[in-house]
């Protein structure tokens, strides 16, 4: 059947008849129908990814390219005068991450499916995931993110596992989502459930009662932990993660009549950051149940089980008391005693070592490197300070388990489905070649000097900051000039990501204007970013930000010369109207602090210019792209780690020596501000620049006003500028996921 006449069946009335949310509904009924019939992918051994997010993104576009749909699809509406973008509006965001950990993991599944290896995700299906960001009074407020209500692409599989939480049994439902490959076949990310919670017991925002269990489990991804139930409520989470992970993957070993005495053989799990650490023990909980010994058991959990580091944040390691994993999960209790005692014995009781600390604190991160065969970091550069630095005494005992795996992204969403007018265009250029390998992007490097091709390039820029110019419209309520430089910082927000530094940089650059020294073209810049609700110094950041969107944008002085924008409550689908519409993109974080990025990559592929750090993935985008394709300010890694280890760093000095640092700074608490914003919030902020700046901006400020202005300023060169774009996205293609994947795979999963 022709795919036409398929639609027409699922949609049961003429095109020109329907509505979007009829059209849409159909065409998930069409997607899931397809995606079914294709054969489940089958390897030798199947890889089982584990995290607490999975920050998917829409599904229905990026679905029907990867079935190979898409463009047919799109002439089909096109011919009713349906535009596609108006039928994806219809469907809601899932919202089941936070960041770039849930946003990778993501691309991992796609590139799984992609190279047609056997792999499933393992998470939880949050009904109100995250949260909704939502704007009053120029602050940040949390409100639940409804995204399961309406028709989604999730299905109810009927199965079921016992959970034991607290002495108690539940029932969990697993919902499962499925996977596509591009031109491939499937895999399924499995979200875990429970049937009895609540929603009504949601009030105020995004409070709840967190004592009741059965109603509150998997409504909020990272419920506030700021007091012990929260903690409690998170180590619940983490275990009905693992317990129904254990319970899925045993079963399908047994099903496929594999002995379970040789796991390692057939079964590979990455563990993503320490959250599903507690599968470590609870798979061997349920190995030591079929009568293998315990230190059999840790041997074929050690052999199945790698870990991925994500942050060298100390906040972000966790340590869980185990006085309360005795109260949720008791069962494991003597494992761990047992793997702490183990490690204890093997290194003559080194308190570097104890997974079991001298407070009675499990720190999960530890239990992971002894008992697991593979520790990663994401990024070249964070690979080697977790080796040198923050793991070191690990890296002394386990120097072969350490091994770097470069973060990715999948280019099936953040070019081809992003940016369509680009991605037809590379077709056009150089063939399809680069969407099954990426190197070939190279091979546009052969336009360096055509200035039509050039200029066609500049062109698609245009017309993606025209589309991304009616989103801020429509959204905002701001108008910004398609011919304005867009400079753009989105992520979540956090102090070492350093949006405050950017933002002190609008304020220099507003005075300038006021002082009459405007910049050559007019300058748009971007912010988007949730903070986490219990982050204050966030939460005033974001306020600043949203003052001098308001300062600035009604200042006819200034407006003309500079917009500021913030959008409201960030995600994958605003990511991928901005990102293709970048000129500048801001990667500023302290070095050393960002693990890797991958928003970096993602903008280098649309043809943006970095503006950053040598931190994290930039440290390697530069090496691909020369110094002349990226502009690189501030302190190094080396130097910062040297700082803080020496005492070395004090803000005040910087802030008093510096005329114009004192000015900057100053400002947040003057009276243009102080007109427009909470007093408090902003003098906190100046208060905190000053005499602490734990992530020191104000060592870094004058450089990077500086390297802006000359980014800036090279703008202006327009045969330059896109040239640098050009070999930003020529240079892109290490960044595909797919090389991350295959890299996992070859170094740790072993799968064929
Ligand atoms: C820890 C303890 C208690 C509560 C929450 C957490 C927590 C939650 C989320 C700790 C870490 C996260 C998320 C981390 C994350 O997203 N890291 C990012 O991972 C990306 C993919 O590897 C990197 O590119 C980024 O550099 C890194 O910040």
Redesign the pocket.
Known sequence: MSLENEFAEYLKKPLSNASASEIYEAMVDLVKARSAALPKIRSNKKVYYISAEFLVGKQLGKNLINLGIYDEMNRLLSANGIRMEDIEKEEKEPSLG?????R?AACFLDSIATLDLEGDGVGLNYHFGLFKQQFRDRKQYEVPDEWLSGKNMLRDTGVHFEVSLAGKTYESRMYDLDVIGYHGNRNTLHLFDLDTVDESIVHDGIAFDKTDIAKNLTLFL?PD?SDKNGQLL?IYQQYFMVANAAQLILKEEKEKGHDIRHLDRYVAIQIN?THPSLIIPELMRLLINEGITLKHAADIVSNVCAYTN??ILAE?L?KWPLSYLMQVVPQLIPIIEGLDYAAYCAFNGNPDLAIIDDQNRVHMAKMDMHFSHSING?AALHTEILKHQELKPFYNVYASKFNNKT?GITFRRFLMHSNPELSDYIDHLIGEGWKSDANHLEELLRYYNDENVLDHLVEIKYHNKQRAARLIKEREGIEVDPNSIFDVQIKRMHEYKRQQMNALWVIYKYLMIKRGQKPMTPITVIFGGKAAPAYTMAKNIIHLILCLQELINNDPDVAPWLKVVMLTNYNVHKAEAVVPACDISEQISLASK?????GNMKFMLNGAVTLGTAD?ANVEIRNLVGMDNIYIFGKTSDEVIGLYNSHGYHSADFYYRSASIHEIVDFLTGPELSAIGDVNMLGELRENLINKDWFMTLLDIESYCAVKETALYDYENRAWWKRKSLVNTAKAGFFSSDRTIREYNWDIWNLK
């Open positions: 936070n960041g770039g950990l849930g990778l990272y932990d998170r950051d994500h942050t972000a966790e994401v973060n960002e693990a890797s990025g991958t994290g």
